[in-house]
């Protein structure tokens, strides 16, 4: 048990479920135990399937890191965990009945499938706070092409679960109450194979675009941390155009 995560193992398979408030955030802690989870998987694990408590899915991550030395671990712990997801062994399958935003895209954009109830929203929120969402857009324009992207970023526009699979960010909409049925019967497929050959399938993918992504994510976990800074900085100066 991880704050945040409960995690669970049946035979080859092993179960993440988010628990962390009405908006399932993430702390740098259950970063930090996703990217374990993944990483370090029991040897007879082959496939994690990532899922939520409640009805939100994950509204991205924590905010309440202000000191340089906070924000820089936090941005560290979710950049790793974006690696995680692309680097790991394990076959990912994302289960999302609710909403997700920001980060919380991420799980669903990175997995290896990812299903989604009717209803879900999925949107970036980061520009409504002033900022460009760095970790976002180290995948994103892999996912859904640049101009999408930009779109996506600078309006902060929700889309539905009909739009995000039909621009790449999961597989297939299922209806709320078939979403369990469902994904047992992806995870009873996928688990057909011999436990190596989707592991192999995974490393036979062409590499370019996810050593790219990896690459870019460790990157913008350093923008975003300057620019959180300059940011702050700049909202506790008086303004002093007026005197």
């Given at each position: ?157 929700e889309i539905d679960a009909v739009e995000a699979c039909r621009i790449g960010l999961a597989n297939e909409v299922v209806p ?68």
């Open positions: 048990m991880i704050n945040g995560l409960n995690v669970s193992q049946d035979g080859a398979l092993l179960r993440v479920e988010l628990e962390n408030g009405p908006g399932n955030e993430f702390t740098e802690e259950m970063c930090l135990g996703l990217t374990d989870v993944l990483m370090n998987p029991p040897a007879s694990a082959s496939l994690v399937v990532l899922t939520a408590v409640g009805e939100v899915f994950c509204t991205g991550r924590d905010r309440s890191a202000r000191l340089p030395g906070e924000m820089r671990a936090m941005a560290s712990a979710l950049a790793e965990a974006n690696v995680a997801l692309l680097a790991t062994r394990l076959t990912v399958v994302t289960r999302v009945d609710g909403d997700a935003a920001g980060f919380g895209v991420g799980l669903v954009a990175l997995a290896d499938v990812a299903i989604v109830a009717e209803g879900s929203r999925f949107w970036f929120p980061e520009v409504r706070d002033g900022l460009s969402p760095a970790l976002v857009l180290a995948w994103l324009p892999y996912v859904v092409g640049r101009r999408r992207a930009f779109w996506m970023a600078a309006s902060g526009e709320s109450q078939l979403m369990d049925e469902r994904t047992n019967s992806i995870v009873k497929t996928l688990m057909l194979a011999p436990s190596s050959v989707c592991a192999q399938i995974k490393s036979d993918l062409p590499s370019q675009e996810r050593l790219a992504i990896i690459a870019e994510s460790r990157a913008a976990a350093d923008r975003l941390v300057l620019r959180t800074l300059v940011r702050q900085q700049s909202d506790s100066c008086p303004d002093l155009s007026n005197n």
